[in-house]
């Protein structure tokens, strides 16, 4: 452990660069630039709102809001996987070159997509204050699940990143995924909705408990349920161990297949 600290401290600069280069990729040739992480949420938010809320009418209290939380939250989800999971093969050539740690790439992919995931927030305080949701101390605690969140997507990405460099196809195949759990996740319907049926397949959703506890903070106005708070605990644990051994397993034969 102590090994691996001090090597995020000897790369830190590195780590600086890849997630400066990544973010200033994104907004490249961009005359808003970074303020279209504001602006993009809110607008999308807007669009949703008005043709969900005027086609299913569903009985949500300040839709607005719990439509932008699921969609800041899964947008970060994607682009962080989706990016983590080509970041070896798009350094390819530097691997190649020198010597650098492995996992600083797709590590710096996530770390840049939870950059631009800050950069929304104000967007969703924004909506907070103009729907005059309430304001109190209990919505602070949606930092810790955001956190296991930001862990759990970290080794969802390092198994994406292995995957492909060994599995091409992967890319494809994530892509349906994606598109799967954007509608099997809670993202612009109440979970009311779902039949009893089908509540067991919602909830093996592992996004589920991230999206759910964060909304307790920030929706409800409550602090996240223990046992919710258990499951983002227990998920990101295991995401984020199974993620280095796979990727520690494998890391040393990625050069002959990138």
């Not at 607005?64 to 994607?78: D, E, K, N, R």
């Not at 600083?104 to 949701?133: C, D, E, K, M, Y």
């Not at 956190?147 to 997507?153: E, I, K, Q, T, Y």
Request: with cysteine.
């Amino acid at each position: 452990m102590n090994s691996f600290v001090s090597e995020l401290y000897k790369y830190r600069f590195l780590i600086h660069e890849l997630v400066v280069r990544d973010i200033k990729k994104k907004y490249r040739r961009s005359v808003l630039g970074i303020l279209w992480s504001i602006l993009n949420p809110l607008l999308m938010m807007t669009v949703t709102a008005m043709v969900f809320s005027t086609l299913f009418r569903f009985d949500i209290k300040n839709y607005p809001l719990y439509l932008l939380i699921g969609q800041i939250l899964f947008t970060f989800y994607a682009e962080s996987t989706n990016f983590a999971m080509s970041s070896v093969i798009d350094n390819s050539g530097l691997i190649r070159k020198i010597y650098i740690p492995k996992y600083l790439f797709p590590l710096s992919r996530v770390i840049s997509s939870g950059v631009n995931l800050l950069f929304t927030i104000p967007a969703l305080f924004i909506i907070i204050l103009f729907t005059g949701q309430p304001l109190n101390w209990r919505m602070l605690t949606f930092v810790l699940p955001l956190a296991l969140f930001f862990v759990f997507c970290l080794g969802i990405g390092l198994i994406l990143a292995t995957m492909a460099v060994y599995f091409r196809d992967m890319f494809h195949l994530y892509g349906v995924l994606i598109n799967l759990l954007s509608y099997a996740t809670p993202i612009f319907y109440p979970e009311s909705i779902v039949p009893d049926k089908f509540s067991l397949l919602l909830k093996l959703n592992p996004l589920y408990y991230f999206f759910k506890a964060i909304r307790q903070a920030l929706y409800e106005n409550c602090i996240p349920d223990l046992h919710i708070m258990f499951y983002c605990f227990g998920l990101s644990i295991v995401a984020i161990v199974l993620g280095i051994l796979v990727f520690k397993k494998f890391q040393n034969h990625f050069i002959l297949y990138i």
